[in-house]
């Protein structure tokens, strides 16, 4: 049962979790800001794809919502969490903390 808000989360403990797939990316950045760069297997989730989202992802697989700053992607996970997403994250420092401490891992 979900207690009915999202959890954070730091970029080092994703980058620990990506390896084993369990967690979903979501990127809600802007296109162009998606497309120069982001997380690998990243989704980018706007609001022309979140029906299909909603409707296709499973409710009860982690999923970690990252933006610029981790601002935006705290009202986002929220957002999921009233949609019946059992476990949501926002990425703390979101894209530009996951780019000063993991370059290596960005996806182009």
Excluded at 2 to 13: P, R
Excluded at 25 to 44: C, E, K, P, Y
Excluded at 46 to 68: I, K
Aim: charged share 20%; proline share 3%.
């Amino acid at each position: 049962m979900s207690d009915n808000t999202f959890k954070h989360m730091s970029v080092d403990t994703l980058h620990t979790l990506l390896a084993d797939k369990s967690h979903v990316v979501v990127d809600i950045r802007d296109a162009n800001s998606f497309a120069s760069g982001r997380i690998t297997d990243s989704l980018h989730l706007t609001n022309e794809s979140l029906a299909d989202f909603l409707r296709d992802a499973d409710p009860d697989a982690p999923v970690v919502v990252c933006c610029y700053h981790g601002i935006s992607s705290q009202q986002a996970a929220q957002f999921l969490v009233s949609q019946d997403f059992t476990e949501v994250y926002s990425l703390d420092g979101g894209f530009t903390q996951w780019q000063t401490q993991f370059p290596d891992t960005i996806e182009r």
